[in-house]
C-alpha cells in the first residue's frame, strides 16, 4: 500500500514537472541566452537595445517576390494587439509578453519562429543582435 | 485529503494529455465523416498558421511531398525539428486517403496533389457552390473548411452539419 502510494507520489511528481517544464524559462533568460552568440559575432558587442529592436520591427523591406514585408505587417503596429496571418486569416497571438505570459517562456519555439519569418521577411537568418533587439523592445512594450 | 487531492489532479492530468483517441470509424461515403484521429505535434504544428486539415485528405504521396518542402510552403518557411517532421508525417501517412477510398481515387495516380481544393472529388462536393459564395468575408477561400464545415478538424464533413455564413 505504501509503496504503491509512493510510486503514484512519483509518477504524479514527474507528470507536474513535464506539465511545468512548458514555461522552462522567463522570457529575459531567452534575452541572455543571446548574449554569447551576439558577442562571437561582434567582438564589440555590448547589449540588446529596445529601440533598435523596434525599428527593426517596423522596417519595411521589399521581398523578391515584390510584396512588402515586416514583422509589423502580420503582428500589427502594436505588438499588444492580436495580428492575423496575411493569407489565412488566422489569427496570430499578441507577441508582448506583458499581454501574452507564454511568449518568449519556450526557447526552441522561439528559434523555430526566428528561422521562419527572419527566411520570410528578410529571405536570411537573423543575428544574435537582431533577434536579442527584438525581444529586448517586446520587453519594453508595457 | 491531500492523497485525494493528488489523485483527482492526476487523473486530470492523464484526462488533459490523453495523447491519441482514435475512433476507427471508416465510412466510405462521400461526403461523410473521416475518422478521428489525433496527434499533439500535429494539432499544434500544422494549425498554427491555418486550418487543422485531416490526413484523409490528400493521399499519402501528397502528405511524403508537402511534408519534404516545408521550407516552401505555399510561398513561407514552415520548416520544422527533423523529429517533429518524421513524427507528423508518420501520422498523416498513416492516417492519409486509403487507396480504396472514393477520394483517393478520384485522384490519378499520376498525379501528386499538394490542394486537396484541385482534387476532383473537392470540385465535384462543392460543383453546387457558387464563386461568389467563395469570396463572402466570413468564408475567403476554399481552404477555409471551417467556415462552412464546424467540425473540419475533427474529420466531420457531413453534409447535414454543413452551414454557409451569409
Request: with cysteine; glycine share 4%.
Amino acid at each position: 500500500m505504501q509503496g504503491k502510494m509512493a510510486m503514484r507520489n512519483a509518477t504524479l511528481f514527474i507528470a507536474l514537472g513535464m506539465t511545468l517544464n512548458v514555461y522552462a524559462a522567463t522570457p529575459q533568460e531567452i534575452l541572455n541566452s543571446y548574449i554569447p552568440q551576439a558577442k562571437q559575432e561582434n567582438p564589440a558587442f555590448k547589449e540588446f537595445s529596445p529601440s533598435r529592436g523596434e525599428q527593426f520591427y517596423h522596417a519595411k523591406r521589399i521581398h523578391s517576390s515584390g510584396k512588402q514585408m515586416s514583422c509589423a505587417a502580420c503582428h500589427t503596429d502594436n505588438p499588444k494587439n492580436a495580428g492575423s496571418h496575411a493569407k489565412t486569416h488566422k489569427e496570430i497571438l499578441p507577441l508582448a509578453p506583458a499581454i501574452n505570459k507564454e511568449r518568449f517562456t519556450d526557447s526552441a519555439k522561439v528559434e523555430k519562429w526566428f528561422k521562419r519569418n527572419c527566411q520570410d521577411v528578410l529571405e536570411r537568418s537573423c543575428t544574435a543582435q537582431e533577434k536579442g533587439d527584438f525581444i529586448a523592445y517586446l520587453l519594453s512594450v508595457k | 485529503m491531500k492523497r485525494l487531492n493528488a489523485l483527482f489532479l492526476w487523473s486530470l492530468i492523464v484526462a488533459l494529455s490523453a495523447p491519441t483517441l482514435v475512433h476507427a470509424e471508416e465510412n466510405e461515403n462521400e461526403g461523410q465523416s473521416l475518422p478521428r484521429v489525433a496527434n499533439a505535434n500535429w494539432k499544434t504544428e500544422c494549425a498554427s498558421c491555418h486550418t487543422l486539415y485531416h490526413p484523409g485528405l490528400l493521399p499519402e504521396r501528397s502528405w511524403r511531398k508537402l511534408m519534404s518542402g516545408l521550407d516552401k510552403h505555399f510561398g513561407e518557411n514552415a520548416s520544422l525539428d527533423p523529429p517533429s517532421q518524421q513524427e507528423i508525417t508518420d501520422f498523416l501517412v498513416k492516417h492519409s486517403a486509403g487507396a480504396g477510398s472514393n477520394y483517393a481515387k478520384s485522384v490519378p495516380a499520376s498525379t501528386t496533389p499538394l490542394r486537396m481544393t484541385e482534387t476532383a472529388w473537392f470540385k465535384r462536393q462543392h460543383r453546387e457552390v457558387r464563386a461568389d459564395v467563395w469570396k463572402r468575408p466570413k468564408v475567403g477561400s476554399p481552404s477555409n473548411c471551417m467556415a462552412c464545415h464546424k467540425g473540419a478538424e475533427q474529420g466531420d464533413f457531413s453534409e447535414h452539419a454543413v452551414a454557409i455564413p451569409r
